[in-house]
């Protein structure tokens, strides 16, 4: 009796084509708008899910990045792809007139809107001149 | 092996960027072509059992969309309307303006096979998730050889 070893061939070893594919991502469309008090960006995240949704403020930076989620029915073959990957990624650098500690976001629909506010000292004021 | 001085091999970069630009071409689209504004982005699959549509569109209103089926193509169609100023006054500035805003219509093509009056569509985090049955008697059946 002949004693049979199956060896695994269709494991993958990554090779660095594959970590380059894993490393691109999608740039999501942003609409940035600037007011006396703040700036309010909006970005069109179609497919993210709250838990989904990574925003964080690093340094200087405001870093959007968010996982693609959509229910794939099983064995389903894409006969025409137009979305291929599934990470949105987009990063601003925020000017040092912005609080970055005050920064609120809103995830509805797919559309992410983020405000940040101007700090305290940045924001317009009439200096009184007084007349000596 | 000597140790890359890139941080990317150059030939697995040059090979990515062909595929890249090999797959922009392999997509075949349709007679149609694509969307103005790539508005909303489709990516279409097939099931033995359905043909199951993608459609990428944030920020519209689903009781507003209009999706119909008529002989064999598939019509989705609305108006996507953003909260950003078009005109910039003197208080504020628009810097960025890259989102689609406006009425968008795109048509697909569906095999035969499908079943109208079995089609649901849902709308989750700004996919509209479109899903067509086949008829049943298209599906493959197996015949019993005696």
Not at chain 1, 113 to 126: G, L
């Amino acid at each position: 009796m002949n004693a049979v070893t199956q060896t695994d061939t269709n494991a993958v070893t990554p090779t660095r084509a594959d970590a380059d594919r894993r490393a691109s991502t999608l740039l999501p469309p942003v609409d940035v708008i600037e007011d006396p008090t703040g700036i309010t960006l909006y970005a069109d995240l179609p497919g993210v899910p709250r838990d989904k949704l990574d925003l964080r403020v690093q340094a200087d930076q405001l870093v959007i990045e968010a996982e693609l989620v959509i229910a794939l029915p099983q064995g389903m073959a894409p006969s025409h792809a137009e979305v291929q990957v599934s990470r949105y990624r987009r990063t601003f650098t925020l000017s040092n007139e912005l609080d970055a500690d005050k920064v609120s976001a809103e995830l509805s629909h797919g559309v992410l809107q983020v405000r940040i506010p101007k700090a305290a000292h940045a924001q317009p004021r009439r200096i009184a001149v007084n007349v000596g | 092996m000597y140790p890359s001085l890139f941080a990317r091999d150059v030939f697995a970069e040059l090979d990515r960027l062909q595929r890249e630009m090999s797959s922009l071409f392999d997509l075949s689209p349709g007679i149609r072509g694509f969307a103005r504004g790539g508005y909303p982005a489709l990516n279409v699959g097939n099931t033995p059992q359905s043909v199951e549509i993608y459609a990428f569109a944030p920020g519209i209103d689903p009781a507003k969309v209009e999706v119909a089926l008529d002989r064999g193509a598939l019509t989705l169609a609305g108006e996507r309307s953003t909260a950003t100023p078009a005109a910039s006054d003197d208080q504020t500035t628009l810097h960025l303006n890259e989102r689609f805003a406006g009425r968008f219509r795109r048509v697909i093509s569906l095999p035969d096979d499908v079943d109208p009056a079995a089609v649901s569509a849902n709308y989750r985090d700004g996919v509209l998730h479109i899903s067509l049955q086949r008829k049943a008697a298209a599906q493959p059946r197996r015949i019993e050889v005696q």
